[in-house]
């Protein structure tokens, strides 16, 4: 079946700029997860949806980042007035999160670069 | 804070030499516990998981991790890498109580053929 989605895949901007990303959970995946990937760093945590919930956003790195989930399906990471340190890669993974046995099925990632 | 310490960042090794990635975590509760690579060039993916039951925990690929609970470690260990292990490999532990998973920084694995 499908995989999760994600797009662009990549994406070159301008300091200053803004930039959305969109990601495409698997179908039926109650929790969406969006992480950050930077060149010789871990995956760095920034937000997670879970249903109906409110959103945990306690990994955004600044209020110029933010993302929303519309349908509890889609979700859309937009950064404003982007800065050359936010260049990375940016994940999104979801899972079924049926009880605690969750697996997160990762996308192939949206490739930033603020020049 | 809850975190997950990956003790090597980088790794060489030789095909046929054994591994070892060192994994701990810090939370002192009941956790689930995992293992994804990342292959050049391709996506995250689940190496292995371990949720209750025996510590041992066998993966694909010939991977296998330990839970020791006493030492909050869960070690991903395989005794003969192939040079087609080159990856990057994660640690990270969901805590039970808890609704988000904890990534380790990785350990970047080059194995040489």
């Known amino acids: 079946g499908a995989g999760v989605s994600q797009s662009p895949s990549n994406k070159v901007t301008e300091k200053g700029k803004d930039v959305e990303l969109r990601c495409d959970p698997i179908?039926?995946?109650?929790?969406l997860y969006w992480y950050r990937q930077s060149l010789g760093q871990g995956l760095e945590f920034l937000i997670y949806?879970?249903?109906?919930?409110?959103?945990?956003k306690s990994g955004l790195p600044s209020d110029r980042f933010s993302a929303e989930r519309t349908g509890g399906s889609v979700s859309t990471l937009t950064i404003q007035r982007t800065q050359q340190e936010d260049s990375a890669v940016y994940l999104c993974?979801?899972?079924?999160?049926?009880?605690?046995?969750?697996?997160?099925?990762f996308g192939p990632g949206t490739r930033l670069l603020v020049l | 804070a809850q975190s997950v310490s990956q003790h090597n960042h980088h790794v060489i090794l030789s095909e046929a030499a054994s591994l070892e990635l060192g994994c701990n975590y810090s939370?002192?509760?009941?956790?689930?516990l995992f293992w994804y690579v990342q292959y050049p060039g391709q996506h995250l993916q689940l190496l292995l998981k371990?949720?209750?039951?025996?510590?041992l925990v066998k993966g694909i690929k010939g991977f296998e991790a330990e839970f020791i609970k006493s030492k909050f470690s869960f070690n991903l260990r395989k005794p003969s890498v192939q040079w087609s292990d080159t990856a990057e490999y994660f640690c990270a532990v969901l805590n039970t109580g808890g609704f988000k998973t904890i990534f380790g920084a990785g350990t970047r694995l080059f194995v040489k053929a």
């Open positions: 993974a979801s899972s079924s999160q049926r009880g605690t046995q969750e697996t997160q099925y």
């Open positions: 939370y002192g509760g009941t956790v689930n």
């Open positions: 179908s039926g995946h109650t929790a």
């Open positions: 949806f879970q249903g109906n919930s409110a959103p945990d």
């Open positions: 371990y949720f209750s039951g025996d510590p």
